[in-house]
């Protein structure tokens, strides 16, 4: 297992090195002028100078590149243009709206998704099966910025039942508190959700299918077993190897796709802060929060990865 997470580490470390250049390099080639943003079109080339001095600007792109690097590394992050504070402070405050709606969103894609694959696959080729197939085709057709207009028109300005948009905070000294918390994230998790749940519907399906035609359910379903219990007990343990590799994926779907979703619900995220540090020109700010957006991506494949060994005794960690 020792060999299994050092190999693993190991690429970890590398994918991000690469994603640092990669973020660096693609930011630092865009056209505009940063100080020159932040002054406004007035500005002298005299006061344009002085500001790309204090920000650094004027050295060259692998010093900035190393800087960046170091200070990342002894856990000290640059200070943003916009805001004058450090980055680390505003994605802390901004990951407290991101990372619990991307949660409750992943929590309702696997409910949905799996409940109604598994559903569906018992029930193959008949009503059940081609509903479920219908509306996961119509849930992956459908944007998830389009879907979460229908919901605010449905639940905010025609029923009435929560607000068009924006985020009371997690405790009464914001104003708000952990149920009204809950309650201005649901409706853009559901709208997250909803384009997931249909993808992972029709993985868990197939998935299903495939490994009831193998010989061990047929041998199962010989010595008497119902296919409810053959599906229960042999089956589901053996689908959900594949599933597991499109949850890895749709999580790093849903982190991304939050960055949409927060911007038309209006919530204070990291999807929020990306649009204004890119209209900003905040370019130090944007590379931070995309490089801890692959970390995290990684970081759940990794989390995959050992779930497989534990998931199928059959796969050796030291083969991985």
């Known amino acids: 297992m020792s060999v299994f997470l050092l190999k693993r ?20 080639l865009l056209p505009g002028n940063v100080a ?20 650094g600007l004027n050295r060259p792109a692998l010093v900035r590149y190393g800087d960046w690097i170091g200070g990342l590394l002894r856990g000290r992050t640059a200070m943003s243009h916009s805001y004058d504070t450090p980055t680390a402070t505003l994605i802390y405050e901004r990951l407290q709206v991101t990372l619990p709606l991307a949660l409750m969103a992943m929590v309702l894609t696997v409910l949905i998704g799996i ?25 992956i057709a ?11 028109l449905l639940f ?3 029923l009435q039942w929560v607000s068009a948009g924006g985020f009371p905070g997690w405790t009464e000294d914001d104003g708000g508190g952990p149920w009204d918390g809950f309650v201005a994230l649901l409706l853009p998790a559901v709208a997250l959700a909803v384009v997931q749940a249909a993808v992972l519907a029709r993985w868990t399906r197939s998935a299903v299918l495939e ?51 927060e911007n038309v619900f ?55």
């Open 9 to 28: 580490f190991a690429t970890f470390a590398a994918t991000l090195l690469v994603a640092s250049v990669l973020v660096f390099a693609v930011l630092d």
């Open 211 to 261: 490994t009831l035609r193998e010989d061990y359910v047929r041998t199962a379903r010989a010595k008497g077993l119902s296919r409810r219990a053959v599906l229960w007990r042999h089956v589901l343990r053996n689908a959900m190897i594949p599933v597991l590799t499109i949850l890895g994926l749709q999580f790093a779907f849903l982190i991304s796709g939050t960055i949409v979703v």
């Open 115 to 139: 409940s109604a694959g598994i559903f569906a696959a018992a029930r193959q080729n008949r009503i059940g099966d081609v509903s479920i197939m219908g509306l996961s085709q119509l849930g």
């Open 36 to 55: 020159q943003v932040m002054l406004g079109d007035t500005a002298t080339p005299e006061s344009i100078a002085a500001l790309e001095q204090k920000l």
């Open 266 to 320: 209006v919530l204070p995220g990291i999807g929020r802060l990306v649009f204004q540090a890119i209209a900003n020109r905040d370019l130090v700010v944007v590379r931070d929060v995309v490089l801890l957006l692959v970390a995290m991506v990684v970081i759940v494949n990794f989390v995959v990865d050992v779930l497989y060994a534990v998931i199928d005794p059959r796969l050796k960690p030291s083969d991985a």
């Open 156 to 158: 905010a300005v025609k």
């Open 142 to 152: 459908v944007p998830s910025f389009w879907f979460a207009i229908l919901l605010i």
